[in-house]
């Protein structure tokens, strides 16, 4: 705490007392440690070794904004600022879509579940197939209980039977009986 005093900014300094603050579970300080190492600078290149690094340490002041301290308008922007640099970051998007279903902010849900769905339909393994048919299940409902919107869950649910699970029940009933509501 010294060396930051007198060098505020010494990113060598700021990881060292993060270590500290972690161990000894000072969340509310660990925060703020955090917060000034990212210190809002521009976001480094994709893809290079200073964007990994910096991924790390957003999806650690993000979880620990989260988990830790409950602040879940800061955890937002953190998450947020995290898909800034990897938009493909999954827990970002499940600490998002929890975040804003605990928040009934059901426009920002859908746009989350929205990137989940793309997100999960790219990989090959089974339960990811599961997960994006879940997601775009839920995304649908939003779309037509919350948001008054069925032509939106309409189109989702098109999407689902077409790119995702053409033999879903669920999907299929949805869908005839949001045309037939038409």
Known sequence: EQTLRAS?????????????????ERWAEL??????????RPLPQPGTPEAAIRALDLERYA???????????????????????TPKA??????????????????????VLGAQVALLA???LPED?????????????????????PAEAIKVLDHL???????HLEAHTALRRLHEAR
């Open 8 to 24: 505020p900014s010494d990113p060598d300094a700021l990881a060292a007392l993060a270590q500290l603050y972690e161990r000894a």
């Open 31 to 40: 925060a703020q440690v955090l917060e000034r190492l990212d210190g809002g």
């Open 63 to 85: 979880t620990v904004l989260d988990r830790k301290l409950g602040d879940g308008a800061r955890a937002i922007r953190a998450w947020h600022r995290l898909l800034e640099l």
């Open 90 to 111: 999954r827990a970002a998007l499940d600490a998002l879509a929890r975040l804003y279903r605990g928040a009934s902010k059901w426009r920002e849900l859908a746009d």
């Open 122 to 124: 790219e990989r090959t």
């Open 129 to 149: 197939a599961e997960r994006a048919t879940a997601a775009a299940i839920d995304r649908a409902a939003i779309f037509e209980d919350r948001l008054g919107a």
């Open 161 to 167: 039977i077409r790119e995702l699970n053409p033999n």
